[in-house]
């Protein structure tokens, strides 16, 4: 009896069968952000032609046809990426100009993308890079083109009080804006200084060349035009 009792037990057991785990089904929404954090990855680290939409789905533990009916392919998912990131980066700085003093107002600048490059490293190096779509949002170059946009003004009150031509504002705001995007692509690898010793650096060449600035430049070599 006690041998039968044991091996109907052990019977019972062997039939029993192990239970699944449900897997939580994502959202539509949920399902997008991830495709979106995931094509971001990939795309930081083997740019747009070195990512393929198989190994998006694969990450994102779905089928090919998914990433395609929420972004009709990999174009469609990199555009959106590259939006998200140049509106961030564009807040970033428009939300930071708000000291009074010229020169306060640089340093906020540097200290803006060079703070965005530190949290958004992924994104930074998606945006320097050359879009391979013509259709995509933007550019890095029109990207600091609107950030330029946001400076013209500061340095044409400035100039103006200086008694320099206020026309030529966007020129320099193009020339200071750039030399921070620039240097910032330098500092993205290297990481040396520290962020706030290359933000007073910046601010020190850019100030200094102000405060110097001609009325009217002129050049000293042969060539005129």
């Known amino acids: 009896m006690i041998d039968a009792v044991a091996t109907d037990s052990s019977s019972t057991e062997s039939n029993e069968k192990p239970r699944r785990t449900r897997r939580t089904r994502m959202t539509g929404a949920e399902r ?6 995931i094509g971001r990855t990939l795309f930081a680290a083997k740019g747009f032609e070195g990512t393929s939409v198989e190994e998006i789905a694969a990450k994102a533990g779905v089928s090919k046809p998914v990433v395609y009916e929420h972004f009709g392919g ?9 939006d998200r990131e140049m509106r961030r980066l564009l807040d970033m700085v428009t939300s930071s100009l708000t000291a009074g003093h010229p020169r306060e ?4 600048a540097a200290f803006a993308l060079l703070d965005y490059i530190e949290e958004y490293t992924d ?11 013509p259709q995509s949002t933007g550019t890095f170059a029109s990207l600091i083109s609107d950030i330029a946009t946001q400076v013209e003004d500061i340095l044409g009150r400035e100039f103006k009080s200086r008694g320099f031509d206020p026309k030529l504002a966007p020129l320099y705001a193009q020339a200071l804006v750039g030399m921070v ?4 692509q330098w ?3 290297v990481r040396r200084p520290k962020k706030a010793e290359v933000a007073a650096h910046l601010v020190n060449l850019s100030w200094h060349g102000l405060d110097g600035l001609e009325q009217k430049p002129h050049l000293i070599g042969r060539r005129k035009s």
């Open 187 to 189: 500092w993205l690898d």
């Open 123 to 133: 994104g930074f190096r998606i945006l320097v890079r050359d879009s391979p779509i």
């Open 32 to 37: 997008r952000q991830q495709l979106l954090e």
């Open 181 to 184: 995007a620039l240097t910032g």
């Open 74 to 82: 990999k174009e469609g998912l990199y555009a959106v990426v590259v």
């Open 105 to 108: 107002l640089l340093e906020q």
